[in-house]
């Protein structure tokens, strides 16, 4: 039997790497790493190329999935997000390796390895929420990745009304990404507390030992999460929705499915947590770079 091609794979986020050795079916070849991801655009390139300097002789490709908006022919950011560091879009993920390099967008790629091998797999129409320091959002429509016109179809950035005025890091105000991230739990935290030390680890440490103001900062947060899929399957009409991102762990999912199928106007969708948990974008950047290892073989 042909030993399975190796790929190397990262899943690059505002706070941490991950990464991991990962085989052509999406199997993971021993342990996952993460680091903190550094602060300056710079160190990213450098510590991503010192890691793969010592797979380089293992591997056939490297898969980068990645905060940010990613070309159509997943070469390279076509923009950064405001979790990021300055100069992060023009990180040359090329020269990573002297084997190919497939970049994709973090929520992208954790859709498609639900879509292939995961909780998504069987449909054909299916929405994905990452949520992380910022919000991806991804598609599979009929069976195909929704990438819009340029590669950035998804993004977290239409208006929600809640009373308030947030500034987002993308420089609007009022996104989706600034009520329903980790960072918008970080913020509910603080005018809850009347803290500006307190952090969304604390609301889920609070979370844990049933505290009261923990719990309602959390609710809040949720709902606010949950206004924004409404909106979003009422457009789409996805068979099922997946939350990806270490917070989605916390959720009430039989809570929020049945309060979105009272609120949406289209058929009742299923909602819970992806399969692969915190390795979905890892796993579904190394099935993409695979598929284009194939291809170009032919």
Not at 121 to 138: F, N, Y
Not at 199 to 222: C, M, Q, Y
């Amino acid at each position: 039997m042909m030993e399975r091609k190796k790929i190397l794979a990262f899943d690059i986020g505002g706070t941490k790497i991950a990464y991991a050795l990962i085989d052509e079916k999406g199997k993971i070849c021993g342990e996952v790493t993460k680091i903190s991801t550094p602060r300056d655009s710079k160190e990213i390139f450098l510590t991503l190329k010192s890691i793969v300097s010592g797979f380089e002789d293992k591997i056939s490709a490297v898969a980068v999935a990645t905060a940010g908006e990613v070309s159509k022919n997943n070469d390279r950011i076509i923009a950064s997000v405001g979790n990021m560091p300055k100069n992060y879009m023009d990180t040359p993920f090329k020269d990573l390796s002297a084997k190919p390099v497939v970049v994709e967008n973090d929520a992208n790629a954790a859709m498609w390895a639900e879509y292939k091998l995961g909780a998504a797999r069987g449909m054909k129409d299916a929405m994905l929420v990452a949520i992380g320091t910022g919000v991806g959002i991804s598609f599979v429509v009929n069976g195909q990745l929704l990438k819009g016109k340029s590669g950035a179809a998804g993004e977290a950035h239409f208006k929600v009304a809640r009373g308030n005025r947030r500034r987002c890091g993308c420089g609007a105000y009022d996104c989706y990404e600034i009520y329903a991230s980790g960072t918008a739990l970080g913020i509910d935290a603080k005018e809850a507390y009347g803290d500006d030390t307190v952090t969304s680890h604390d609301v889920i440490r609070g979370l844990k030992e049933n505290n009261p103001l923990a719990v309602k900062v959390f609710n809040a947060w949720e709902r606010d999460v949950v206004n924004g899929i409404i909106g979003l399957v009422n457009i789409f009409d996805p068979e099922i929705v997946l939350l990806f991102g270490s917070l989605t762990e916390f959720m009430d999912y039989c809570k929020l499915e049945k309060l979105v199928n009272k609120e949406i106007v289209t058929m009742p969708v299923k909602l819970c947590r992806v399969k692969f948990e915190n390795n979905a974008a890892m796993i579904g950047a190394t099935l993409i770079a695979a598929d284009k290892l194939k291809k170009e073989k032919k």
